[in-house]
């Protein structure tokens, strides 16, 4: 069965520096990666999707990333954070397709400080 | 474009109650999801509908949540009786091809 960990549950960063939320996963067979940003009050919306092709994958709002399968990872980044970027981040995976059986990881809320 | 809309927003009630939430999805989308998140915890699958017709329940508690999809289009998720456990956001998505669309969400209470 396929799985997804998301190390931290909580990354403080200074508006303008790097982000990087962690993703690792587990799967027999290939995956459909995605990361998923909740605003409150706010559902789910698609950062970016990885299926196949480039391993490197580019979203909305600036951020990236990079599907590696080596290390089981699809960390996200972002090279300069802004303080609308604080909200709950969620990694998810499929091993069906875009928008079935997903399972998501527990998630990461990412505060901003000016 | 409108959004999936779910309602109510929020509901507050006491174990072995019984509630129900609405969903009308994106017009035009067969698939709808609901999932439930539980606080600390990742959305989870609970039922997916594909029009009116259910295509995966494996992971509803059947003995105390029902779920139904009139004529394709709205759908409701009921919880009789409810528990403590229940406690969470209850999320409706739906989709159309390629992508999912979330609702914001209806948070209940079980006390």
């Known amino acids: 069965a396929q799985s997804v960990t998301q190390l931290g549950s909580h990354v403080s960063v200074s508006e303008g520096a790097l982000v990087l939320l962690r993703c690792n996963y587990s799967?027999?067979?290939?995956?459909?990666l995605f990361w998923y940003v909740q605003y409150p009050n706010q559902g789910l919306q698609l950062l970016l999707k990885y299926t196949t092709g480039a391993t490197l994958v580019k979203g909305i709002n600036g951020f990236e990333a990079e599907f590696k399968k080596s290390e089981t990872s699809f960390h996200l980044t972002k090279p300069s954070a802004h303080m609308s970027d604080a909200a709950e981040y969620f990694c998810?995976?499929?091993?069906?397709?875009?928008?079935?059986?997903?399972?998501f990881g527990t998630g990461t809320r990412l505060q901003v400080f000016p | 474009e409108a959004g999936v809309a779910q309602s109510p927003r929020y509901k507050i009630i006491e174990k072995r109650q019984s509630v129900a939430f609405w969903c009308n999805p994106i017009s035009g989308h067969a698939t709808l999801y609901w999932y439930q998140q539980i606080l600390g915890q990742g959305p989870k699958l609970l039922i997916q509908f594909q029009n009116n017709g259910v295509v995966d329940d494996s992971q509803l508690p059947k003995d105390r949540f029902s779920a139904e999809r009139l004529k394709g289009v709205d759908s409701t998720l009921k919880i009789q009786p409810a528990k403590l456990e229940d406690s969470a956001v209850y999320l409706c998505a739906s989709s159309l091809g390629e992508k999912l669309f979330f609702g914001s969400g209806t948070q209940l209470s079980v006390l």
């Open positions: 998810a995976v499929s091993v069906v397709s875009n928008t079935d059986k997903l399972i």
């Open positions: 799967s027999s067979v290939p995956p459909y």
